[in-house]
Nanobody, 128 residues
């Protein structure tokens, strides 16, 4: 059973940057497409960014395009979310998730319903 552990959250001022990490263990990381989602208090969970299992395709929610990047290091079984120009509205718990993508190495998944394993999340607080 794959296990995900996020890290890197914290308190940052508006305009600042953070890099989140999500390390996977217990499974073949190279077969996983990965996604980052977030959930703010009182709001639904929403897709933030995704990366294909081969790392060649990425996709972002409109509200983070141009500010966030996503990358992966298969040798370290880790996916990263680099966040720049943070805003107070980016405050949320950030979770990573896994979907097995055996047949399509270049696909990114935005639908949270296809993700099978989730991390516990890491909290990001952006002060104004």
């Amino acid at each position: 059973q794959v296990h995900l552990q996020e890290s890197g959250g914290g308190l940052v001022q508006a305009g600042g940057s953070l890099r989140l990490s999500c390390e996977a263990s217990g499974g073949p990381f190279s077969l996983y497409a990965m996604g980052w989602f977030r959930q703010a208090p009182g709001k639904d969970r929403e897709f933030v960014a995704g990366i294909s299992r081969n790392g060649l395709t990425t996709n972002f929610a409109n509200f983070v395009k141009g500010r966030f990047t996503i990358s992966r290091d298969n040798a370290k079984s880790t996916v990263y979310l680099q966040m720049y120009s943070l805003r107070p509205e980016d405050t949320a718990d950030y979770l990573c998730a896994v979907v097995v993508s055996v047949f399509d190495s270049s696909r990114v998944y935005e639908d949270e319903g296809v993700y099978r394993v989730w991390g516990q999340g890491t909290q990001v607080l952006v002060s104004s």
